[in-house]
């Protein structure tokens, strides 16, 4: 089975910052990954698809990158709406598998 | 606008049953596979089960194989997910989601969620 670990687990930033989380599969996934955002008390949201790709609708400074077995997920300039928890997610196969989760708060 | 509603939740005692519902929405539900989700209290997002567009092929995740059941009714337009000899470890929101396709591709992301339905297993 894949495992998915992101970094860091939590982060706290101000509005206007860049913030980069990073998720690092055990073994190569091509770019066979999802970013979601879940809002306390909300279902995830897809954000990015195919590691870099942006789902309709997803605010542009969203941004995915990377490939194989290291990708980020960048938030250009953090709005107060982006509070949420990130999770990255690996589709290349079965047990599809999710990462830990990371929980970013303004400071 | 695609909508997924989940139903059956509740509370069940340990080595219980329950049957959860997914009717969807606003989209060609017979030509998507689906899965489930579960997210524990205060914890990550698991992977539970997935089935294709027919109900032909389902897969498992290894915690749940062999006591979870899922299937599908592509006339009513409806998921479901059999959960039998629950134990404290079920415990979760679980959310049913939608196969996202861009074209004539699909990819193992879920591109719509529901808004989950809590199960509690408890004596």
């Known amino acids: 089975d894949i495992q998915m670990t992101q970094s860091p687990s939590s982060v706290s930033a101000s509005v206007g910052d860049r913030v980069t989380i990073t998720c690092q599969a055990n073994q190569d996934i091509s770019g066979w990954l999802a970013w979601y955002q879940q809002k306390p008390g909300k279902a995830p949201k897809l954000l990015i698809y195919a590691a870099s790709s942006l789902q309709s609708g997803v605010p542009s400074r969203f941004s995915g990158s990377g490939s194989g077995t290291d990708f980020t997920l960048t938030i250009s300039s953090l709005q107060p709406e982006d509070v949420a928890t990130y999770y990255c997610q690996q589709a290349n196969s079965i047990p599809y598998s999710f990462g830990q989760g990371t929980k970013l708060e303004i400071k | 606008e695609v909508e997924l509603v989940e139903s059956g939740g509740g509370l069940v005692q340990p080595g219980g049953s329950l049957r959860l519902s997914c009717a969807a929405s606003?989209?060609?539900?017979?030509?998507?596979?689906m899965s489930w989700v579960r997210q524990a209290p205060g914890k990550g997002l698991e992977w539970v089960s997935a089935?294709?567009?027919?109900?032909?092929?389902?897969y498992y995740a290894d915690s749940v194989r062999g006591r979870f059941t899922v299937s599908r009714d592509n006339s009513m337009n409806t998921l479901f997910l059999q959960m039998n000899s629950l134990g404290a470890g079920d415990t979760a929101v679980y959310y049913c989601?939608?196969?996202?396709?861009?074209?004539?591709?699909?990819?193992?992301?879920?591109?719509?969620w529901g808004q989950g339905a809590l199960v509690t297993v408890s004596s």
């Open positions: 989601a939608k196969r996202s396709c861009s074209g004539s591709s699909c990819y193992s992301f879920f591109d719509y």
């Open positions: 089935i294709t567009t027919s109900g032909g092929r389902t």
């Open positions: 606003g989209f060609t539900f017979s030509d998507y596979a």
